[in-house]
């Protein structure tokens, strides 16, 4: 296994209610050696966990039960304006409609992924918010 990249730079929680869907993309993850600091199966549970372990950069599978992932991202679209804190979001869904895509991105995420992905869409997604974050660091 890689050590961390950048584990100053980004803290990536992982939102399903697949169970399988979070091991999945957390082992992809963590075998390509970033930092993955929680796997939530319900909008609440990741809601405690983005703050508890100060995720910046958040998987939030649309459709999951009781709070839909993107009331999520406007909860912590809505919380971000309160703070300096940096999240981004991508969202991911089976559901290929551009309505939902463009819903996504009008509440806060940064980017979209279309299930199922490949590994590399996986980590090409994470490298393109790892590169804006250290853009912005430097500048």
């Given amino acids: 296994m890689k050590p961390p990249r950048n584990h ?8 399903d209610d697949s169970e399988f869907n979070r091991r999945m993309m957390g082992d992809i ?6 930092n993955v600091v929680g796997l939530a199966a319900s909008a609440e549970e990741a809601i405690q966990l983005a703050y508890s372990t100060k995720a ?19 909860h912590f679209q ?14 991911m869904s089976s559901l290929n409609i551009e309505s939902i895509v463009i819903e996504s991105i009008s ?29 912005d660091s430097t500048n």
Avoid at 8 to 15: A, H, S
Avoid at 78 to 91: A, G, H, L, V, Y
Wanted: glycine share 4%; proline share 3%; hydrophobic share 45%.
């Fill in 78 to 91: 809505e919380k971000q304006k309160q703070s300096t804190d940096e999240r981004f979001i991508i969202m």
């Fill in 56 to 74: 910046n950069l958040i998987f939030v599978d649309i459709v999951m039960p009781e709070i839909s992932g993107l009331d999520l991202t406007k």
């Fill in 29 to 34: 993850l963590l075998e390509e050696g970033f």
């Fill in 8 to 15: 100053e730079t980004l803290k990536i929680l992982i939102v």
């Fill in 107 to 135: 509440n806060g995420a940064i980017d979209f992924l279309q299930k199922p992905f490949e590994r590399e869409e996986l980590i090409k997604s994470v490298e393109k918010i790892e590169r804006m974050v250290e853009k």
